[in-house]
């Protein structure tokens, strides 16, 4: 522990000076954060027609039932360009 003597004002700008350095560093960083979540790419052509569920191509038995058939839906993709 470290005591520390002397007027209340001169207590003040000794630590005074130190709570502000630490307030605008937490300042900062939220700022930082809250931009860094807002700015988003586009989406490609190819993630945004896998996420239509319109689109889902789904294995209709075997070990693979139910999960998404990417190859059928590429082959789809690929035709739906033309």
């Given at each position: 522990?470290v005591k520390i003597e002397?007027?209340?004002?001169?207590?003040?700008?000794?630590?005074?000076?130190?709570?502000r350095a630490t307030a605008?560093?937490?300042?900062?960083?939220?700022?930082?954060?809250?931009?860094?979540?807002?700015?988003?790419?586009?989406?490609?052509?190819?993630?945004?027609?896998?996420?239509?569920?319109?689109?889902?191509?789904?294995?209709?038995?075997?070990?693979?039932?139910?999960?998404?058939?990417?190859?059928?839906?590429?082959?789809?993709?690929?035709?739906s360009k033309k």
């Open positions: 522990m002397g007027t209340l004002n001169e207590l003040r700008a000794l630590l005074g000076d130190a709570e605008s560093v937490v300042e900062t960083v939220e700022e930082v954060k809250t931009t860094a979540n807002k700015t988003r790419r586009k989406l490609s052509k190819w993630q945004r027609y896998i996420k239509n569920r319109a689109n889902h191509i789904k294995f209709k038995r075997g070990d693979k039932k139910g999960r998404l058939d990417l190859a059928a839906m590429s082959k789809a993709f690929k035709r």
